[in-house]
Nanobody, 124 residues
Framework: QVQLVESGGGLVQAGGSLRLSCAAS????????MGWFRQGSGKEREFVAA????????YYVDSVLGRFTISRDNAKNTVYLQMNSLKPEDTAVYYC????WGSGAKTPHAYEYWGQGTQVTVSS
């Protein structure tokens, strides 16, 4: 089992940047593919980005391509989401998730473990 704790959310103006972190504890972090998802008010949970166990493969939803970057540091048991050029439509609760032996799936059902989420609010 793995426990996930997100941090780094907050309020930012449109065009600004934030870096989310997700610290993992428990089982060997490198055994997990990691994903970031978000859920806006009244909306379904949406895939944002994913990364495989060693960071060599990354995946993004089209709406964040070129603006967001997912990365991981297995020595620190942490996955990051660097978010640049933020837009009001990026406002949501952001969740990190872990998929044991996964490869970076885009569906939330593939992920066994979830963090509690961190709020990101982008003002216009």
């Amino acid at each position: 089992q793995v426990q996930l704790v997100e941090s780094g959310g907050g309020l930012v103006q449109a065009g600004g940047s934030l870096r989310l972190s997700c610290a993992a504890s428990g089982r060997t972090f490198s055994q997990y593919a990691m994903g970031w998802f978000r859920q806006g008010s009244g909306k379904e949970r949406e895939f944002v980005a994913a990364i495989n166990w060693n960071g060599e493969s990354t995946y993004y939803v089209d709406s964040v391509l070129g603006r967001f970057t997912i990365s991981r540091d297995n020595a620190k048991n942490t996955v990051y989401l660097q978010m640049n050029s933020l837009k009001p439509e990026d406002t949501a609760v952001y969740y990190c998730a872990a998929d044991l032996w996964g490869s970076g799936a885009k569906t939330p059902h593939a992920y066994e473990y979830w963090g509690q989420g961190t709020q990101v609010t982008v003002s216009s």
